[in-house]
């Protein structure tokens, strides 16, 4: 039997999570289906600490005030003014709620009194951290009666005469037919950037759903070639392995490439943002890898990492506990002041791909535009798929989290009233 | 020392979260990580005892099984923790009972089993104490009170002594540069954490049970069984008033101080040690460590034993039944002393210095950052 939807979202992330907690609540029946299994669903939102939101006084969760306009002008600064102001604008008018709203739907924030690290005014932290966010939108998500499906796959099959969407759910070798009134995809953006990155997300947001839609003619915003890229250590997973294998220290030591060269980022080697040049510096290294050299003082600066460093008493020692020449790492320490003396201790780094400055182009409704400048009246996108509207290049901290719980909340909302007209 | 494998598993765990770092909020273990890179055997230990097991950073995990880095805080620092309890007691030679918790009870039945005999032998049999009188004094016609006084000093002491030693030791190794930061604020605030089990709430939300759930139960019912054991131990200092100082002897009337502090004492304990039974059996496997399981059902239900023998005492002591029930009684109360310092019952005081050495790291910190903001104004 064919069941029927008013709303159907793809992709079990925050903004998935947020648009069919949002049309569930104005009354639509709303379904998730979700890639990954239910230990490691809620797509990169997992990985998440923080959210940017604008407040217009001390909030018990930011001190201080964080105005709308100051967010806007921020964030035009680091896209260099490639953001879609008037969309950015109405958008960030909408983080002013998103704590009220979150904690409405059982997420708890923490109190920067408790917290180990510096907070401020620009961001809420989620107390235990965005899986936690994850597990209490999905109880929540349960509780108000969507019905969610994990190890799913969604695949469009087409449009029925009375408009409604025919697509095929799948779950292993069982597959369903529904129709749906309205579409939200919230399936996260590309991740195949380059070979050789590591993925900081999740391994199930595989950026398919988008490539189809604009194969079915979807209109895209941003750059294909362009993505928010750290340091992270070459030794952790390839995928998923979120903040822990992030390396931050590099202005402290010596970095060298493959070739035991060293490589440095000509007039940024220090300051807030280093890490995000790091990333893009690494990815262009031979076989996109790299190595950091601290010695003791350096290490007692850098904050903790997930993964031991590779220790040695010499310069030859640690090229060849890293397979690197030894004279070229030689020539390589004689250069660099910042190596007090032994013992020495190395972090093998390659870039890791947080996302791509690339989607689908919406319009202020969440709905996604038509490569001719039409839209789809009831296809919706919300998260890291439409992010390059607002993000086509740069980004800001706790941005992610943010830009999703509002463009999910609007596109559940205008998904929801489509079907309930 | 704790086993290789653990100590190699909680470093790799621990330094994990010290490079995330996201559960900061939700308990004192995760701040006292915040910038180290390494952590020494001492301060492994301290933290495992500090660790409350609420199991609110499972559910929060970004790195928990399937993930490849497969970090299980709970029941990592549980195995740790049953490491520094086999490590640091006293004597020695009970440290197997931690290895494997069905010596604490074999302790606890065979003590019991002796007691009753040693009670019966002069009665000759289970028989002869059905004929034990009815009324004041009869307790006394079936174990002698020199016999109790004898049995409950000698199981009482030991388990006092024991427990008090055990402590030292681990305070000891724990105590390191914190010894300096002793104040009376910080004993303060570890006093008021300890009666409210603060660290057991997760970060508000309390613990962790099974599916989604969460909640303050497992606070609530440890609490109301320890009340129940601070009653009971009022009934019998009451019970001691009533005979040494207006000659009283037990039985006591039913609406006397002792028996009406014992019973409401008794109640509160069953309905604690129940509840945490009902929520130890019900709870979620992965996150537990098997041998501290079985050291927590073994201890409760020794507790419960002990204290539903004492309610049968009293219901049924009018009766033929009296004379085995009090031998009975006597017996599990010596052996729950006897085996009290090879049960889970270690963890309190463990916990407790844990505690007190974070309160004082914490109120050091808040003062240091104090001073370093007056400075910097």
Known sequence: MTTTWDVLVIGGGVAGLSAVIAARRLGGSARLVESAPLALRGGNARHARNFRIAHAEPEFFAPGAYPEDEFLSELVRTTGGGTDAELARSLIADTTDVVDWLAGNGVRLQNPATSAIPFSRRTAFLLGGGKAMINALYQTAEKIGVVIGYDSKAKVLGRSGDGFWEVEIRNGAATERVRANALVAASGGPRALAEGLVLRGGAYSDGAWMQRMIEAGAQTIGDPASGHMVAVDARGPQVDGGIVTRITALPYGLVVDRNAIAIGLPGADSGRAHYAKWGARIAQCPEGLSFLILDSDGLRRAPPSALEPVRAETPAGLAEALGLDGVALARAFEGCKKLAGPPFFAFPMRAGLTFVHFGLAVDGHMRVKTRDGGIFPTLFAAGMIMAANILPRGYLAGLGVTLAVVSGRRAGEAAARHALA | ?377
């Open chain 2, 1 to 377: 020392m704790p086993s290789l494998e653990v100590v190699r598993e909680t470093g790799r765990v621990l330094r994990l979260c010290a490079a995330c770092m996201y559960c900061d909020g939700l308990c004192p273990v995760f701040p006292a990580l915040s910038g180290k890179h390494e952590n020494s055997g001492a301060d492994m230990i301290y933290l495992a005892n500090l660790c409350h097991n609420c199991r609110a950073c499972w559910d929060d995990c970004q790195y928990a099984p399937p993930h490849a880095f497969a970090v299980n805080v709970p029941a990592t620092l549980a195995a740790m923790r049953r490491d520094s309890y086999a490590d640091y007691v006293w004597p020695g030679a009970l440290a197997g009972a931690f290895r494997r918790p069905a010596l604490g009870a074999a302790i606890f039945v065979g003590v019991a089993l002796a007691v009753m005999l040693i009670v019966l032998a002069p009665h000759g049999s289970w028989g002869a104490l059905h004929w034990a009188r009815l009324g004041s004094g009869s307790f006394y016609a079936v174990a002698p009170l020199g016999l109790m006084m004898g049995l409950a000093g000698a199981s009482v002491g030991w388990a006092v002594l024991s427990l008090a030693i055990s402590t030292l030791r681990f305070g000891r190794a724990i105590s390191g540069d914190a010894r300096s930061h002793f104040s009376p604020r910080a004993l303060k605030l570890a006093a008021a954490e300890i009666v409210t089990l603060r660290h057991l709430d997760g970060g508000g939300a309390g613990c962790k049970e099974y599916g989604p759930r969460f909640s303050q139960r497992r606070r609530v019912f440890h609490q109301i069984m320890v009340a129940g054991f601070v009653l009971l131990v009022a009934a019998t200092l009451a019970a001691a008033f009533l005979q040494h100082f207006l000659g009283v002897l037990p039985p006591f009337a039913h609406m006397s101080l002792p028996v009406v502090l014992g019973v409401a004492g008794g109640f509160a304990v069953v309905v604690g040690t129940t509840g945490l039974l009902a929520i130890e059996v019900r709870s979620e496997r992965e996150p537990s460590e098997r041998g501290e399981t079985r050291l927590n059902l073994v201890f409760l239900v020794m507790i419960e034993t002990v204290v539903l023998s004492g309610l049968a005492l009293l219901l049924w002591r009018d009766t033929a039944a009296m004379g085995p029930l009090l031998a009975l009684h006597l017996g599990l109360v010596t052996g729950f002393f006897a085996a009290i310092p090879a049960t889970k019952a270690v963890h309190a005081p463990f916990r407790a210095a844990a505690i007190l050495r974070s309160a004082m790291e914490r109120l050091s910190r808040r003062r240091r950052e104090a001073r370093n903001a007056a400075a910097s104004d």
